[in-house]
Structure formats: C-alpha cells, structure tokens
C-alpha cells in the first residue's frame, strides 16, 4: 500500500492501475487531460476493458471551451463518459465541487489529492495512495457506482473512507485530538470551526 509523492513519481502510479485493469476500470477526477493517462485508456479500451469516466464541469478557473476540449479528448479514447452528479456542481450562490481524484480497476485502488494533469505530475504538491486492500477497493468502487447512477454513496463506505460529504470532519478531528503532535499540509484551510478550534488547541503539538 504505498504511498506516492508528486512532482516525484509522475503519472506512473495511475498508470498501473489502468494498465493492470483486466475487465472494468473506473476513474473520477476533477481534471484529465494528461495524454499518457489518456492513451494508457485508450489502450484499455481496445483490450476490451470497459471503462467509465467521470469528471466536474464547472473547474475553478476554466473556460467552457475548455472543458469541452477535455471531454471530447475523454470521449475520443472510447470510453463510457458522464459528468458528474449536479448536486456536487456549483449552481450561483451554491458552491461544490467534485472535488475526487481517484481510480479503481476491480482489485486496485488509487486515491491522491492530484488532478490527471500535467501540472499535478510534474510541478505540484500531491500524494498518492495506491492500495489492493478489498474492503477499500469495495468502498471506492461503491463510491464511483453511486455517482455514476446519481445515488448516494451506501453509508457503508462512510466506515472505510474519509467521504465528504458526510462524516469527514467528525473522521478529522478524532486525527487531530489523538494525543501528541500533528502535522498538517493543506492548500488551503476554509473557516470551519471545529477544526480550527481543534487545530488552536494542538499549541505547540502542531506543524502547519
């Protein structure tokens, strides 16, 4: 079950996992444009596999031009392509984002905080979790299957995974209050009160 740090490891730990895909692959990400990711799909696709994509389509910043392009990039490797759910999609004052960035094969998961794209392998900040476990690859892929058929997530997977939304941050704070020091790396921290309050009470136990 390890643990991959970007800009170091590249796309490769993605790649396994489609590359290893033997009759289903499944990925939900916020961005994908990276054209080894893309290809390594196109090719699972022509070995028969049968592969679903799901990506958001509003990302912070980005023209609809753009995703246009990214979709049909996503559409040209033959794979089953869907948005994602609505209630995960900003809508006016309402802000949400699919915010998943991860992929399940039927025996392999791999969970990271990086988007498919060339910034996120090259340039960023991200980890990569990579693990065969079955009960994690059953949740994730629970997980994926509900928002493909726009229900959700069984309260099941709540138990194996830090799932938003849901019960994240109650799942956060019991890491936060374990006795002893804390280090947390985040890209950014949103004014939600229990974990700051959790995080001021840490004092000098925490790195930030």
Aim: aromatic fraction near 10%; include cysteine; charged fraction near 25%.
């Amino acid at each position: 079950m390890p643990l991959y740090i970007e800009p170091n490891a590249g796309p490769a730990p993605i790649l396994q996992v489609i590359d290893s895909a033997r009759h289903q692959l499944d990925i939900g990400v916020y961005y994908l444009d990276d054209r080894q990711i893309l290809a390594a799909v196109r090719d699972a696709v022509r070995r028969g596999v049968d592969v679903r994509i799901m990506v958001e389509p509003k990302p912070y910043g980005m023209k609809p031009w753009q995703v246009r392009k990214e979709v049909r990039a996503i559409e040209s490797t033959g794979a089953h392509f869907r948005y994602v759910p609505n209630r995960f999609v900003s809508h006016g004052d309402r802000y949400a984002f699919y915010h998943a960035k991860y992929c399940v094969n039927g025996h392999e998961a791999e969970i990271g905080t990086a988007n498919f794209d060339w910034s996120a392998f090259h340039r960023n900040r991200e980890y990569l979790y990579d693990t065969t476990n079955t009960t994690v690859v059953r949740a994730v892929q629970a997980v994926f299957d509900a928002d493909w058929n726009r229900q959700h997530a069984p309260a099941w997977t709540h138990r194996v995974l830090v799932l938003s939304p849901g019960t994240s941050a109650d799942q956060l704070l019991r890491v936060i209050e374990q006795p002893g020091p804390v280090d947390v790396e985040s890209e950014e921290l949103g004014p939600y009160r229990p974990i700051l309050d959790a995080l001021a009470a840490k004092g000098k136990d925490l790195r930030m």
